[in-house]
């Protein structure tokens, strides 16, 4: 087997991230292969914890859109297994003007779409065109600065900025940067995700439930030489124990979110090998504080859920033991941290964080004058063992000062949708993390972000968030806002990070090329079975 995996420092190279790229990036080291040489062919089952809300790149706000979609929807840029910034549809990093308002991408030549029709500047115009534009966009936030797209030549197109943008290369290498047909979008429009066209290894065949997404390798990627699989699927399996068991029978080949309590037995296992990568995602805990018309949308109005009222967030947040969580939970595999950046990141600076305090908590609650039991619905966005455990856990720490917490969990994209209408009071969701800090932070506390579920709208942390977006060129200076920001943010506990994530797969070992970074992206390009497997 071939999983790469990085782990937790990450070079300075990366500090160096600006418009024009990254570089750096995390440790990585190749797992031990298994015997003999790869053979073509094959059907590969991938198990995910949860199942994608819509595969349509510029709607999706799921993590497991972004773990599964790049295997047949790829981008303009990847990054490689040290997280630096590599071009994937494009040629080339972007040129950028001496002012840091026009980028200028060449791209690659010869590539066709799952569909046959021609990758070029027009398909990529039309893309960010509607990533910008379109009124369901959840990437619009990410591209706002980009005030026009031009077709330069077939194979060039230019990104005029109303300012300097150093997150947007980022940007460009995440689902912004994913590219759809224009023939599949002008059938479709909206309903793009119900099938999508891209540019992959694979594309897409079916979706016969939610939990189900089947692939098959395609016959017009430029790179389809080095693919070796006929045929892949994503087969959601909520149940940590019950993805542990299908790994060991080998009705699954692969899994991902392996739970704490089954990393040793499964390391033990002569027929899989476990492999951890340190990410840049995390875990939070997200408060309705003005969602009240749906996230992103004004007029972010107070409402009337009890946290709300921010004495009454702060002293749930004193309640909150982020060690004893991550120990009773997760068996001490996660990174307990309060900060939207995580320690794998070159950008990371040490938050600290609030220290439990139920007596405060107390105090709190009872000058506020508001009768207790105080009852809190909080929602958790997969309904499995593993999250109902944390969400019984968070209820007993808060019980202590006068909260009455019911646990509610739900299907991941039912419960995605209810934090974007704002039908919640409090809810328990992940991110996958981002290469850039601003792609933690803007996403969850822009105004107009379909993402912002809580209804942030403060001007302190906007203002801010806009000067670190335009500072290019001083990464030290940007880091010192990144900083600033994070400490507001904690202050305001709209969002209260809980922990950071450590993310476990298991895979049989007569598979082998499957690269997982810490982008948390399941790369099946070059994935294969052995012929000693």
């Known amino acids: 087997m071939n999983i790469r995996h990085s782990l937790v420092a990450v070079s300075a190279a990366v500090l160096a991230l600006t418009l024009a790229g990254c570089a750096g990036g995390a440790q990585s080291a190749p797992s031990p292969s298994a015997a003999g040489a790869v053979k073509k062919g094959g059907h590969l089952v991938v198990a995910i914890s949860g199942a994608p809300d819509t595969l349509d ?14 295997n047949w929807c790829e981008r303009l840029f990847d990054v490689d297994a040290k997280l630096n910034i590599i071009p994937q549809l494009a040629a080339a990093l972007p040129t950028v003007s001496p002012d840091g308002k026009t980028v200028t991408i060449k791209l690659r030549t010869g590539i066709k779409f799952n569909d046959g029709t021609a990758f070029n500047a027009d398909a990529v115009k039309i893309n960010l065109d509607r990533y910008r534009t379109n009124p369901r966009s959840a990437e619009a936030p990410n591209l ?15 990104l005029d900025l109303s300012a300097p943008t150093a997150p947007l290369i980022s940007v460009l290498a995440n689902r912004s940067g994913m590219m759809a047909s224009p023939t599949q979008l002008a059938k479709l429009g909206d309903n793009f995700g119900n099938d999508p066209v891209c540019v992959g290894p694979f594309s897409f065949v079916s979706r016969p439930s939610a939990d189900t997404i089947n692939l098959k390798k395609s016959q017009y990627y430029y790179d389809k030489n080095k693919v070796n699989l006929d045929t892949v699927t994503f087969q959601v399996i909520t149940q940590p124990n019950v993805r542990a068991t299908n790994l060991r029978s080998g009705d699954i080949q692969a899994a991902i ?44 109005s107070p409402v009337s859920t009890p946290l709300a009222n921010a004495d009454l967030r702060k002293a749930f947040e004193l309640t909150l033991d982020r060690n004893a969580i991550n120990k009773v939970v997760y068996g001490g595999f996660k990174t307990p941290g309060c900060s939207p950046l995580s320690p794998a990141s070159p950008w990371y600076t040490d938050i600290p964080c609030s220290k439990p305090n139920v007596a405060e908590a107390k105090k709190i609650v009872a000058a506020s004058g508001v009768k207790t039991p105080i009852p809190v619905q909080l929602t958790i966005q997969a309904a499995n063992d593993e999250q109902t455990k944390l969400g019984t ?9 006068g909260f009455a917490v019911s646990v509610k969990p739900t ?3 039912a419960g995605g949708a209810a934090a974007q209408a704002g039908t919640f009071d409090a809810y328990m969701n992940g991110w996958s993390g981002r290469i850039d800090p601003d792609q933690n932070m803007s996403m969850f506390w822009s105004p107009t972000s379909a993402l912002n579920y809580s209804g942030a709208n403060y001007k302190d942390i906007n203002d801010l968030m806009a000067k670190a977006t335009s500072t290019t060129g001083d990464n030290a200076k940007r880091k010192a806002l990144y900083a600033q920001i994070a400490e507001k943010m904690n202050a305001d506990r709209n969002y209260i990070v809980l922990f950071h994530d450590a993310l476990m797969m298991g895979v049989r ?22 012929t000693g497997g």
């Open 57 to 70: 790149p510029a709607f999706t706000t799921s993590k497991y859109s972004t773990y599964t979609m790049p």
């Open 144 to 158: 706002k600065n980009v005030v026009d797209t031009k077709v330069i030549d077939e194979n060039t197109v230019q």
């Open 257 to 300: 979110d392996i739970a704490p309590a089954d990393v040793t037995s499964l390391k033990s296992d002569p027929n899989i090998t476990m492999d951890d990568v340190v990410s840049l995602g995390f875990q939070l805990l997200t408060v309705n504080v003005a969602n009240s018309g749906g996230s992103g949308k004004p007029p972010y």
């Open 509 to 530: 070992k007569q598979v082998t090329g499957i690269n997982y970074y810490s982008d948390a992206v399941i790369r099946l390009k070059t994935a294969g079975f052995t």
């Open 393 to 401: 856990v968070i209820q007993a720490m808060a019980k202590q000062a």
């Open 411 to 413: 299907e991941s994209a």
